[in-house]
Nanobody, 117 residues
Framework: HVQLVESGGESVQAGGSLKLSCQASENTLSTYCMGWFRQAPGKEREWVGTIDSGGSTTSTDSVKGRFTLSEDHAKSTLYLQMDSLQPGDGGMYYC????????????WGQGTQVTVS
């Protein structure tokens, strides 16, 4: 299993920016996908975006042009740069690991809270 630890969540005003990090243990495969998900109180968990080991990214329409996924292989860290934050972006943000890029998320972090007011 891959251990994942998110950080960087905090309270921010609408229009502001945050950068979330997800530190992964080093036992990842040479090819994989990493994803960000979020869950607001009373709502279902929502997929935010995915990045593969080659750096290709996809994201949900509501964050395109505002959120950027990136990764630093040397640091085994995944990032989510969030700009132009809106109140609807608030929630618990989770990173997840899919070793085969088949939309089957094997491992999850504990989450980091983002509040936008």
């Amino acid at each position: 299993h891959v251990q994942l630890v998110e950080s960087g969540g905090e309270s921010v005003q609408a229009g502001g920016s945050l950068k979330l990090s997800c530190q992964a243990s080093e036992n990842t495969l040479s090819t994989y996908c990493m994803g960000w998900f979020r869950q607001a109180p009373g709502k279902e968990r929502e997929w935010v975006g995915t990045i593969d080991s080659g750096g290709s990214t996809t994201s949900t329409d509501s964050v395109k042009g505002r959120f950027t996924l990136s990764e630093d292989h040397a640091k085994s860290t995944l990032y989510l740069q969030m700009d132009s934050l809106q109140p609807g972006d608030g929630g618990m943000y989770y990173c997840a690991y899919d070793p085969h890029c088949l939309d089957s998320w094997y491992d999850w972090g504990q989450g980091t809270q983002v509040t936008v007011s």
